[in-house]
Nanobody, 123 residues
């Protein structure tokens, strides 16, 4: 079974940075897209960025400039770097995997496996 485990969340000051990690195991896909999403209380889940096994990345327009998605080969994790944190970044952050490729606007509904999430709180 594919399992995803997020880590790296926590409380941070506005203007600071956080690096979230998504550790995955049990991949059965020859090609995959790993996406990061977030959901704030009372709001819909929104996509942030994705990366596929070829290294192709895509970002939501709102995420360009402060968010960076990457694959850490040494740790075998898919990371999301968040810089210049803002209070509106407060949310539960999830990683999710889908077969196929990363492309702009790939919907959450196309991702079949989700992690439990990691909370980010910015004050």
């Amino acid at each position: 079974d594919v399992q995803l485990v997020e880590s790296g969340g926590g409380s941070a000051q506005a203007g600071g940075s956080l690096r979230l990690s998504c550790a995955a195991s049990g991949y059965a896909y020859n090609s995959y897209s790993l996406g990061w999403f977030r959901q704030a209380p009372g709001k819909e889940r929104e996509g942030i960025a994705c990366i596929d096994n070829d290294g192709t990345t895509s970002y939501a327009e709102s995420a360009k400039g402060r968010f960076t998605i990457s694959h850490d080969n040494a740790k075998n994790t898919h990371d999301l770097q968040i810089d210049n944190l803002k209070p509106e970044d407060t949310a539960m952050y999830y990683c999710a995997v889908a077969g196929g490729y990363c492309y702009a606007g790939r919907p959450a509904s196309s991702h079949l496996i989700w992690g439990q999430g990691t909370q980010v709180t910015v004050s």
